[in-house]
């Protein structure tokens, strides 16, 4: 079993920045970790992923602006984020896959005009 927990998220305006945390515990061996948003009416989307191995991915709208890390040492991955856009604004849910998905509960980011 695999537990996430996100922070970091608030209320910024248009242009700002914002770092997500995403704590993950439980067994952590190997896991592909990632973000995911949805807006309201909107279905789920990837942000940003990346591997045990330190591969990373993006989506279209957030390459160039967003950025992945992880830290093994503290179990935990993050996502920085700048030039926020409004239509970023969205709950941002931590992802973890190896045999299984997990996903945290979310946390929601507001970007204001």
């Known amino acids: 079993q695999v537990q996430l927990v996100e922070s970091g998220g608030g209320l910024v305006q248009a242009g700002g920045s914002l770092r997500l945390s995403c704590v993950a515990s439980g067994t952590i061996f190997r896991l592909g970790m990632g973000w995911y948003r949805q807006a309201p009416g909107k279905a789920r989307e990837l942000v940003a992923a990346i591997t045990s191995g330190g591969t990373t991915d993006y989506g279209v709208s957030v390459k160039g602006r967003f950025t992945i890390s992880r830290d093994g040492t503290k179990n935990t991955v993050y996502l920085q984020m700048h030039s926020l856009k409004p239509e970023d604004t969205a709950v941002y849910y931590c992802?973890?896959?190896?045999?299984?998905?997990?996903w945290g509960k979310g946390t929601l980011v507001t970007v204001s005009s």
């Open positions: 992802h973890a896959v190896r045999d299984y998905d997990y």
